[in-house]
């Protein structure tokens, strides 16, 4: 039975989707091959078909989970068109609450995944530092300081403060010391004026 064209590219699609919610939740270490085929529904022995190798769905998969975080930073202000510190502020409540904190297969990949990318090789690391300058453009083009290299500047500083945190309040299992962590990062990233 022959397929229509679009089938190969929607199942590389599926792919990907899978296997980037199971790396945000496991790592890549933590999941096989052979379950995100499962979990899409497919064959172990389709994969190949699509990808060479686990890291090059790892790529993938980690482009798509920080274009997912893009997504989340630009409906941070439900439509309201904000900028400048009042985008901050919105972008730091969502991200650093505790909703994001409890979503480790569709929250931000940075946490749980940037330690892994190191560990990869060059085109990974490659792909990654791509997704991270489409990250911080997006953040700098909201910060809107005015001067291009300021605004990049506190834009990794707000990355870093936002993941920084997530990072740490995922790790601790009493609730109040992560509310603590999330707020205090909130706080950080965006002082009240």
Known sequence: MRYPQEHKADTRRKIVEVASRAFREHGPAGVSVAEIMADAGLTVGGFYRHFESKDELFQEALERALGD????????????????????????????????????????????????????????????????????????????????????????????????????????????LADEILAAGRAAAAPES
């Open 69 to 176: 975080t893009v997504e989340m930073l630009q409906r941070a202000d439900r439509g309201a068109g904000l900028e400048g510190d009042e985008w901050v502020q919105r972008a730091a409540a969502t991200y650093l609450s505790r909703a994001h904190r409890d979503l480790w297969d569709a929250g931000c990949p940075l946490p749980g995944l940037t330690a892994e990318v190191g560990r990869r090789g060059a085109d990974v690391r490659q792909s990654f530092g791509d997704a991270l300058q489409r990250l911080v453009a997006e953040i700098a083009g909201r910060i809107d300081a005015g001067d291009p290299d300021v605004g990049r500047r506190r834009a990794w500083g707000l990355l870093s403060t936002l993941v920084g945190c997530l990072l740490l309040a995922r790790g601790v299992t009493d609730d109040r």
